[in-house]
């Protein structure tokens, strides 16, 4: 076994680095709650430029290919999650649109939006299919399901990203 004694020195204006690079990626995981911030790629760029400035010493490239595949596959599950929510409670095509459509409209009207967004999306869709109300209802209630599925999961992924930088780094 080999164990390396090398020191790496920090400085100052790295640790500066460092402590920006960690606030910012908080802010990323505050977007995986408020879909205004672009939460998971917000964080990846944030672990981009670090390595960039630091010369990718700790922050190498097989690292940032690594969660460069996390971050898109979380943002394809989001959609995805989204949609099965809906799905998985009845809703047809319509409502599964309504639920996308939602949770944009639904940004406008920020915190509340988020929750009733997702819902009333999947509800009038499937009510403008001809669905009953009954049955729009619970592709409703689908649609916000699956949301808060898909904030839960990117919530988990945007910590663990965090969590993998800063053990890089440290």
Known sequence: CIVSTEVIQV???EWIAFGVAVFIILIGILGTVLPA???IPLIWLTMLVFALI???ERVNAAF??????????AEA???LVRVWGARRYGAGRAGAWGTFLGAVAGLFFLPLGLII???LGAL???LLAGRSFDEAFRAGWGGLVGTLGSVVTKF????????AFVITIL
């Open 11 to 13: 400085t100052a204006a």
């Open 37 to 39: 911030l672009p939460g």
């Open 54 to 56: 630091e010369g990718f």
């Open 64 to 73: 940032l290919g690594v969660t460069l595949v996390v971050a898109v596959a």
């Open 77 to 79: 599950a989001d959609h």
């Open 117 to 119: 967004g997702p819902f």
């Open 124 to 126: 009038v869709g499937e």
């Open 156 to 163: 988990v992924i945007g910590v663990g990203m965090l969590i």
